[in-house]
């Protein structure tokens, strides 16, 4: 079994076949499929959905890419909707500079809002970092965090994954660990401690090989999981099951 702990079916791309997927899921070998928001109404809509599915969790908050027109009365509705039982994370929050630079400050604030939102609802925080890894760290040392921290989608920085394998945060990684030229992944991959390593999508991107180039979803999670199992070199029925009970330990899910 398999948990995709990073999708976004809420995006337009699934539209014509969602429900298709979700019906199908059980077959495709998914314990659960954890749907982030990247703002207030996506954030609305993954609780919508996880109220309909037995197996969708939601993740509300939102993305640093959004923080360009991010009012206070916007986090005020993040927070009602995480006191949702079907709510297990606060996210994507993080810093992107790769190209909202220009809305630095407004990100620091919005993402010190999520952490101190985390907190207070003892909820594991899902972390987005792009270009932004000293400014991120300085402000981490500056806040307290949850007892639960993951940084999804990780790259390749391997001081960023110093950092968080120090701060005993977990890390994700996605379909781009199959990718030819990212070495860099892999190598953090190999030396990351296994029992703080998860699995996601991030679909409907970053399809893995032999998917490249194609829209992702959430069955093609195993192609990560398959992966991460070759760079480790264990068996892997036991990195699935180890991978498993991490993402379920991460999110408390049953």
Do not use: W
């Amino acid at each position: 079994m398999y948990i995709d702990t990073h999708c976004h079916l809420d995006f337009p791309d699934f539209n014509e076949d969602r429900e298709i997927l979700l019906k199908n899921s059980k077959k495709d070998n998914l314990y659960s499929i954890i749907n982030v928001g990247t703002n207030l109404s996506s954030s609305v809509y993954s609780v919508e959905l996880a109220s309909r599915y037995d197996l969708v969790k939601a993740v509300v908050g939102v993305h640093p890419s959004e923080a360009q027109d991010f009012e206070p009365s916007i986090m005020k509705g993040i927070c009602e909707l995480a006191k949702n039982n079907k709510v297990v994370g606060i996210g994507e929050t993080g810093l992107d500079y790769y190209r909202g630079k220009n809305s630095a400050e407004k990100q620091k604030e919005l993402l010190r809002r999520h952490i101190q939102l985390a907190g207070m609802l003892n909820l594991p925080l899902v972390v987005h970092q792009r270009d932004s890894r000293d400014e991120l760290i300085d402000i981490f040392e500056k806040e307290q965090l949850p007892s639960k921290v993951v940084f999804h989608c990780f790259g390749g920085d391997k001081i960023m994954a110093e950092y968080c394998s120090k701060k005993g945060f977990y890390v994700s990684f996605t379909g781009i660990i199959t990718f030819r030229k990212a070495d860099d992944i892999r190598e953090v991959c190999l030396e990351y401690p296994i029992e703080r390593i998860m699995a996601e999508t991030d679909s409907p991107f970053l399809s893995p090989v032999p998917y490249r180039g194609k829209r992702n979803d959430p069955s093609k999670v195993r192609y990560v999981v398959e992966k991460i199992a070759e760079i480790k070199g264990g068996n892997l029925k036991s990195l699935r099951e180890m991978i498993l009970v991490n993402s379920k330990k991460f999110f408390n899910i049953v």
